[in-house]
């Protein structure tokens, strides 16, 4: 009995124990979602006192820095007359943030993400980092790699549309896509565009939900999701070296969507991967390449047996050195034929 009573208060003092330390988890989990909370409302806070000295600073007196502190880029395909309004879409929204700055918020970012990853569905993603994403090639490359639902969201504008990043800097009256009359018939964007205030203050319901349901998998700038995925993920991880050794991503330059349509069926076709594929989902680098050259091979492995006319069970066999379940096949290098 005495060590029946023994076990007992035991079991209950590692009960509370475990309790007290969920709580305590709990409560730092807390803490760090406050403090995530009181930088972005210190950096806003920061940028209106900043945008209110410079009112107060007479045009004539302003210094060169000042003069150049938001710039706006214009894009000589901007120039024919039907660029529409950024704020209506949402893609104005958001401070232009300099490359020291976002240096200094690098740490921040990092953090916007993991509380991403932790609350999905009801974290939020500021404009400023969105922005900025789609601004600078070199920024927060996370956002391409780890999971499907973070990149859609940093492709998403502050009024609920979605634009790929060519559309983010180009073409904003939307004037190119395949039903619009122009050289090609293969434009890289399928639909023409359609933004959430269309959908919601000029259409009727029945209306919408047909063009919504013709329009499945396609952003509000007229592109493919898949497509715009792997243009993102592309941008933001495409690196290339230079015959010194020097290396460089693609930086301002953008991939424009009928070229970026060809890559894309380039490498589902010939890599055997699809942007899936491409994601970390939480899981380490390494792990997440064994997954991703895993399908490659399965993919490629299935097109070899296709081609080469193998049926039941029946054709390339992919081995492991030391692999005894195919000792007597004609082996060579990992790679078996089965007859």
Not at 47 to 57: S, V
Request: net charge negative; charged share 35%.
């Amino acid at each position: 009995m005495q060590e029946d009573e023994c076990v007992r208060r035991e079991k209950e003092e590692q009960e509370v124990q475990a309790k007290a330390q969920a709580e305590a988890a709990k409560r730092e989990e807390v803490t760090r979602a406050e403090n995530l909370r009181q930088e972005q409302l210190a950096a806003a806070a920061k940028l209106r006192e900043e945008e209110a000295d410079d009112k107060a600073i007479p045009d004539n007196k302003k210094s060169e820095k000042s003069k150049k502190k938001r710039p706006r880029v214009v894009n000589s395909s901007d120039l024919d007359g039907s660029s529409t309004d950024e704020d209506e879409e949402g893609d104005g929204d958001g401070e232009n943030l300099s490359e020291a700055e976002l240096r200094k918020r690098e740490r921040l970012s990092h953090e916007i993400i993991d509380d991403f990853l932790r609350n999905p569905g009801t974290a939020k993603i500021p404009a400023w980092f969105r922005k900025a994403v789609k601004d600078h090639q070199w920024f927060m490359p996370r956002t391409a790699t780890t999971s499907c639902e973070l990149a859609l969201e940093v492709l998403k504008t502050t009024q609920g549309n979605q634009f790929c990043i060519w559309h983010h800097a180009h073409d904003k009256g939307g004037k190119k896509h395949d039903s619009a009359k122009g050289p090609y018939k293969v434009t890289g964007t399928p639909y023409p565009r359609l933004s959430n205030k269309t959908l919601k203050k000029k259409m009727a319901v029945s209306n919408r939900n047909q063009l919504l349901g013709e329009r499945k998998g396609i952003l509000s700038c007229g592109c493919s999701v898949d497509v715009a995925l792997l243009d993102l993920y592309l941008w933001k991880t495409w690196t290339a070296w230079n015959g010194s050794g020097e290396s460089e991503g693609l930086r301002n330059q953008r991939i424009d969507p009928r070229t970026r349509l060809f890559i894309a069926e380039a490498y589902k076709t010939h890599v055997g991967l699809v942007v899936d594929d491409l994601y970390t989902n939480g899981k380490d680098e390494l792990e997440a390449k064994k997954l991703r050259l895993h399908a490659q091979i399965v993919r490629l492995s299935s097109e070899y047996d296709a081609i080469a006319g193998f049926r039941n069970g029946k054709g390339l066999i992919i081995s492991l050195p030391g692999d005894s379940d195919h000792e007597d096949d004609d082996e060579e290098d990992g790679v078996a034929m089965s007859d």
